[in-house]
């Protein structure tokens, strides 16, 4: 999976790009074909926004289903891990609905005798 971090009028912190790739890696434990993701922060200059003053927009592209997330928070690391959750939790859903739920009633069920 290549992972790429675009910024739009903000400076990342020291640890963003390794604690992002740690957590974007950890998503391939699902059977989702992800081959590319896009993580984009940016930053909000107007001081009234203050707890809103970052953003972060994740996109996935591949194969499989596109994935978009955004979150905003008071700096990058929060936003990312808000907006990480959201896409977990839409890999979540297309990964239960893959599933294969093979249940038999007692109706259905053959007899062995």
């Given at each position: 999976?290549?992972?790429?971090?675009?910024?739009?009028?903000?400076?990342?912190?020291?640890?963003?790009?390794?604690?992002?790739?740690?957590?974007?890696?950890?998503?391939?434990?699902?059977?989702?074909?992800?081959?590319?993701?896009?993580?984009?922060?940016?930053?909000?200059?107007?001081?009234?926004?203050g707890?809103?003053?970052?953003?972060?927009v994740?996109?996935?592209?591949?194969?499989?289903?596109?994935?978009?997330?955004?979150?905003?928070?008071?700096?990058?690391?929060?936003?990312?891990?808000?907006?990480?959750?959201?896409?977990?939790?839409?890999?979540?859903?297309?990964?239960?609905?893959?599933?294969?739920?093979?249940?038999?009633?007692?109706?259905?069920?053959?007899?062995?005798?």
């Amino acid at each position: 999976m290549k992972i790429i971090i675009h910024t739009r009028h903000a400076e990342l912190a020291s640890d963003f790009k390794s604690i992002a790739e740690e957590k974007l890696q950890s998503m391939e434990r699902f059977s989702v074909t992800i081959d590319r993701i896009e993580v984009e922060v940016l930053h909000e200059a107007n001081p009234r926004q203050g707890k809103n003053s970052h953003k972060v927009v994740i996109t996935s592209h591949g194969s499989g289903p596109l994935l978009r997330a955004e979150a905003s928070a008071f700096n990058d690391l929060a936003a990312f891990d808000e907006a990480i959750k959201n896409v977990e939790l839409q890999i979540r859903k297309i990964h239960e609905r893959e599933k294969s739920h093979d249940r038999h009633t007692l109706r259905t069920m053959k007899t062995s005798d």
